[in-house]
């Protein structure tokens, strides 16, 4: 199962079970996801979810800008379409999420912060 985590200060704080399809992100009430912030715009972005050509039960991920205001960014650098991997940040005004695919055997499956004791 795929999943996009919501983190903040680098806490899960949501996760959200993917399902083929487009998954819309905005300040507006329509979008799948909505964010009540400033900077986002009210259609800001588009997860795509595609079963895989080779392993159907797999999804290949992408994510297109909407023509925002402010961006959509993938791991530090803004995009305006891009594939999205499994242990991908991206960041959505002052959102930040995680593609989180349980199938895959890269990294963890699991983020916390632990405070200096």
């Known amino acids: 199962m795929v999943k996009l985590k919501h983190i903040i200060n680098d806490v899960v704080v949501d996760e959200i079970d993917m399902v083929e399809g487009d998954f819309t992100i905005g300040r507006n009430s329509g979008n799948n996801l909505q964010l ?25 991920i992408s994510i297109r800008d909407l023509g925002s205001t402010n961006g959509t960014y993938v791991n530090g650098s803004t995009v305006t379409e891009k594939k999205i991997i499994h242990g991908d940040s991206i960041r959505i005004g002052n959102h930040e999420f995680k593609i989180f695919d349980d199938e895959s055997s890269i990294g963890t499956q699991t983020e916390f912060y632990v405070p200096d004791a």
């Not at 986002?40 to 999804?59: C, D, I, Q, R, W």
């Open 36 to 60: 009540e912030d400033g900077v986002v715009s009210g259609e800001h972005a588009v997860l795509t979810f595609t079963p895989n050509e080779y392993m159907p039960e797999m999804f290949d």
